[in-house]
């Protein structure tokens, strides 16, 4: 390992801006969760209001980040294959009284290099996709 002052250690250490161009799809991820932790409410005062959080599935989790007046988000983690959630007993999932969930973000997004992002039904079985992140709001919430 190089010595932290070596010339050579630091310019092998600087960003390289034009993988911006060569990786868009992980850079518009990188930009897009970025901005969603800055400017939404609930995800911006995650240290205030609180996290709780589940294991869903052998390789599935739901982090449920609690928000002010019921507007809470839903994190919902795949690192493994497709996993269908029916019957769904965790209370982490259950919605709000501002109505039933609603998609507001996925990893599976073709301009983040996904597969798209399966039909989101909230009142039937949820299909999360293989090695896939979802966040949902409540449906009543303006995103």
């Known amino acids: 390992m190089a010595p932290p002052h070596d010339p050579a250690a630091f310019m092998r250490s600087k960003l390289d801006l034009s993988e911006r161009e060569r990786n868009a799809h992980v850079y518009a991820l990188h930009r897009d969760l970025l901005r969603l932790r800055r400017e939404d409410a609930v995800f911006r005062l995650q240290a205030d209001m609180g996290i709780d959080g589940a294991v869903i599935g052998d390789e599935a989790l739901v982090l449920r980040f609690f928000g002010t007046d019921q507007d809470d ?58 090695h896939s992140a979802i966040v949902l709001i409540p449906d009543g919430q303006v995103g």
């Open 73 to 130: 988000r839903l994190l919902l983690i795949n690192l493994g294959r497709d996993v269908v959630l029916l019957p769904m007993p965790e209370p982490l999932l259950a919605p709000t009284i501002r109505g039933p969930w609603r998609l507001f973000w996925s990893s599976e997004e073709p301009r983040y290099g996904g597969n798209g992002t399966p039909p989101f039904t909230p009142n039937a079985s949820w299909r999360l996709a293989a």
